[in-house]
Each structure stands twice: as C-alpha cells, then as structure tokens.
Nanobody, 118 residues
Framework: QVQLVESGGGLVQAGGSLRLSCAAS????????MGWFRQAPGKEREFVAR????????YYADSVKGRFTISGDNAKNTVYLQMNSLKPEDTAVYYC???????????WGQGTQVTVSS
C-alpha cells in the first residue's frame, strides 16, 4: 500500500498562485511517477499533470499548459504542482496519485481544496 499526503490548497483570487505538495510513503518501490488530478463539483475527476521519474518527463492537460508546472523529487517520493495565473474554473479538489510501473494510477490522496475567486 502507498500512502499519500497532500498539502498547499487554499483560497486565492483569480490570477494568483498556489503550490501543492504531495509525499508518498509505504510501498514506493514500484512507483514510476506521480501526478495530479482534480474534481470539480458535479464533474468527473480529470487528469491535470504527470511527472515521470525516468528522465523527468512531464505531461499536462491542455487546460493547464503554460500555467501549471509539475516537478518531483524521486529520492523523497514527492511531487509538486506550481499553479500560476489561476482561473475560477481551476476550482476543484486536487488529488495526488502515484503511477505504478507506468501502467496504472494508485494510492489516491485525501485531496486538497483549491478555490479561485473571480
């Protein structure tokens, strides 16, 4: 089992910034990357960004490209999400997850609320 602890959410005005952090512990030996998803009220959970331990490759949803930056520390099994130029439509609960053997997402965190006011 993998345990994830997220932090860094909050309330910010449109145009502002927030930085999310997520640390993984437990059975981390099969982790090949970490990522962020989000779920807004009444909507399905959607992919936001991914960071791969092999080569540090990053992947983003089109909706956040150019505004969000994901980074990671393999040694600490920690991933960060720097969110700039936030928009009200970024309001959601943000979840961290680990990518297991580049095949499946697992170990979902408890989520952290991000609220962007207009």
């Amino acid at each position: 089992q993998v345990q994830l602890v997220e932090s860094g959410g909050g309330l910010v005005q449109a145009g502002g910034s927030l930085r999310l952090s997520c640390a993984a512990s437990g059975r981390t030996f099969s982790i090949t990357g970490m990522g962020w998803f989000r779920q807004a009220p009444g909507k399905e959970r959607e992919f936001v960004a991914r960071f791969s331990w092999n080569g540090g490759n990053t992947y983003y949803a089109d909706s956040v490209k150019g505004r969000f930056t994901i980074s990671g520390d393999n040694a600490k099994n920690t991933v960060y999400l720097q969110m700039n130029s936030l928009k009200p439509e970024d309001t959601a609960v943000y979840y961290c997850a680990v990518l297991v053997l580049n095949v499946r997402w697992d170990g979902w965190g408890q989520g952290t609320q991000v609220t962007v006011s207009s």
